[in-house]
């Protein structure tokens, strides 16, 4: 879970859930995109990307990531990925720890599996307030649920046992890899 941001590999988060925690999310703004016609496409519902990206507010965010990382010490990572949020919450019940998550900023099933630029999920002891850090105006950060129980409970569209996600995610890599090879 987020390699290179941490100085000794013995200290690594977890890529899945790992106790009673809270579960922040740390997203690059879309600010960072600096010409005209890509803004409007990033800005749009059609998702996607074209253009320019400012490569100072990249550098100052990965700054930011990594000086947080290092002063929090979060007990899990994960980058969501091109599945999007939903998934890489699902991958991190793989371990049998489930979620409780609010979601603020997603407004329909679909908008949970798409990637949004770069986002990453932290976990971090229950009771850490992370939400005070000092960070650049080129990221945010906001904390959109707490660890715990058997489900994954994505409040207002599904709620999903984890033994079933964790039985139907290798379930399908059996089924499937030999034609993926």
Known sequence: GVVGLKEDINTLPKSYFVGDGDIYIFRWKKT??????AQQVF?????????????K?????AKDLRELVLAVKPTATRVVGKFGLA???????QQGIG???DFKNEKSLSDLF???????LLEVPKGTDISKSPISEYV?????????????????????MVK?????YQLGWRQNFESLA
């Not at 998934?87 to 019940?93: D, E, F, G, I, V």
């Not at 798409?114 to 990453?120: A, K, L, P, R, S």
Request: proline share 0%.
């Open 164 to 168: 079933d996600l964790s039985e139907t």
């Open 87 to 93: 998934y890489a919450l699902a991958r991190m019940t």
């Open 43 to 55: 800005n749009s519902d059609l998702g996607g990307y074209t253009g320019k990206i400012s490569l």
């Open 57 to 61: 507010a990249w550098a100052q965010g």
């Open 32 to 37: 960072l995109v600096t010409s005209g016609y």
């Open 114 to 120: 798409i990637e949004n630029f770069y986002e990453v």
């Open 99 to 101: 979620a409780e998550i």
């Open 140 to 160: 945010e950060m906001e904390c959109i649920g707490s660890t715990g129980g058997d489900r994954l409970n994505l409040r207002g569209f599904e709620s999903l």
